[in-house]
């Protein structure tokens, strides 16, 4: 079958300490990969997209990193956190209509 | 910039009743367009869409319509249902790629 697993679901970590957020995805291969972050009261905005290995576009110009190691797996990344990358972040993959992982809330405190 | 807004923040409606739900874009290359549920700390789920070269697409209980000429769509639901309470984001992309451009989310809330 076809999922996409995104983890941790909720992490807390403080002002200045590294990300990582891990996603991969199941029942396919050379997959689009997204990722979209929820702000507080906002709707998703796109961050990066990948479309194979080492392949990284990024659609805003942010604190944070992409990495595509293998072909379904997309990691999302910093070196130090800021209290503005708080917020709801989600992996989706561009099976149609396109898939979302279950997210994760990042709290910076 | 905010390509794809969805004007009305939150929705009461009684069970049985229909929800509309709108959502407005800018973006005229736009020539995808979906609806996605979403339940708090979950990831959103894909309720309908419909291409460009439709005006309506019904499935169930939901229909979406699109006025193209108005950069306007509008998701139906009827009846509401409780299970229905939930925030609804409209989205849309362009070029058969899937770089979805969201709105804001729309809260609804059905009272029985």
């Known amino acids: 079958s076809q999922t996409i697993h995104q983890w941790p679901a909720t992490l807390v970590q403080p002002v200045g300490s590294p990300l990582s957020l891990e996603c991969t995805v199941e029942?396919?291969?050379?997959?689009?990969l997204y990722w979209y972050r929820q702000a507080a009261g906002r709707g998703l905005q796109l961050l990066f997209y990948s479309v194979g290995i080492g392949q990284i576009s990024s659609e805003v110009p942010q604190n944070l990193s992409a990495s595509r190691p293998q072909d379904r797996q997309f990691i999302l990344s910093s070196k130090k956190l800021l209290l503005s990358d708080s917020g709801f972040y989600l992996c989706a993959w561009d099976r149609a209509p396109p898939l979302f992982g279950q997210g994760t809330r990042l709290t910076v405190v | 910039d905010q390509q794809v807004k969805q004007n009305s923040p939150s929705l009461s409606v009684q069970e049985g009743r229909i929800s509309i739900l709108n959502c407005d874009y800018t973006n005229s290359m736009f020539d995808y367009f979906l609806w996605y549920k979403k339940y708090p700390a979950e990831g959103p789920t894909f309720l309908i869409s419909?291409?460009?070269?439709?005006d309506k697409n019904e499935d169930g209980r939901f229909t979406v319509f699109l006025n193209k000429s108005a950069k306007h769509l509008s998701l139906h639901i009827v009846p509401s249902q409780p299970g229905d309470s939930a925030v609804y984001f409209c989205?849309?992309?362009?070029?058969?790629?899937?770089?979805?451009?969201f709105g804001a989310g729309t809260t609804v809330t059905v009272r029985a």
């Open positions: 419909i291409s460009s070269i439709k």
């Open positions: 029942g396919t291969s050379n997959p689009n």
């Open positions: 989205a849309a992309s362009a070029n058969n790629d899937y770089k979805l451009s």
